[in-house]
T-cell receptor
């Protein structure tokens, strides 16, 4: 069975600085998808970024980028030029391409605070 | 935009009650999911459905059941609520392709007294 681990329960960053959130996963599959989701306080969970395992190139979405190391089974999220609105709980998630229904396996979450 | 609507943001029930949590999506998504979110544990999948009247157990189905009579609606049922089911419940939906993101509702914070 696949597992996802986020070893940093809490992180803090100064506004305008860069922060990296860590995520590792365990799987025997060769093809899968990895996601980072953001859950602001009392607000809806939204997708931040997605990475396909078969792609070597790291995904980027504006100030958000990932460092995907397939052999190491590592998938970290880098937030550049941090803004107050980035404060949220961040979840890393794994999705197999093989199982029906496409369920997500989540990590424990990292709570990010942004200091002005 | 995709809209996933959960019937209640906050709900307080008593031990032993039968509890219904409703979820409706408006984008004709095949897949629907119920998660439970607890601090330090992330989100854990309770049940999911990939078609009408189809359901599959997730990682923590004990004490729960689900119903999907129509494509847009997915209900979570606590047959006899217990205090250890106090939690945040999140509903999500997605298209069937594995690369498609899941879209989440606002969540229901359920307290069982």
């Amino acid at each position: 069975a696949q597992t996802v681990t986020q070893s940093q329960p809490e992180m803090s960053v100064q506004e305008a600085e860069t922060v990296t959130l860590s995520c590792t996963y365990d799987t025997s599959e060769s093809d899968y998808y990895l996601f980072w989701y953001k859950q602001p306080p009392s607000r809806q969970m939204i997708l931040v970024i997605r990475q396909e395992a078969y792609k070597q190139q790291n995904a980027t979405e504006n100030r958000f980028s990932v460092n995907f190391q397939k052999a190491a089974k590592s998938f970290s999220l880098k937030i550049s030029d941090s803004q107050l609105g980035d404060a949220a709980m961040y979840f890393c998630a794994y999705r197999s391409v093989y199982n029906q229904g496409g369920k997500l396996i989540f990590g424990q979450g990292t709570e990010l605070s942004v200091k002005p | 935009d995709v809209k996933v609507t959960q019937s209640s943001r906050y709900l307080v029930k008593r031990t032993g009650e039968k509890v219904f949590l409703e979820c409706v999506q408006d984008m004709d998504h095949e897949n629907m999911f119920w998660y439970r979110q607890d601090p330090g544990l992330g989100l854990r999948l309770i049940y999911f459905s990939y078609d009408v009247k189809m359901k599959e157990k997730g990682d923590i189905p004990e004490g729960y059941s689900v119903s999907r009579e129509k494509k847009e609606r997915f209900s979570l049922i606590l047959e006899s609520a217990s205090t250890n089911q106090t939690s945040m419940y999140l509903c999500a939906s997605s298209l069937i392709d594995a690369w498609r993101p899941q879209h989440f509702g606002d969540g229901t914070r359920l307290s069982i007294l």
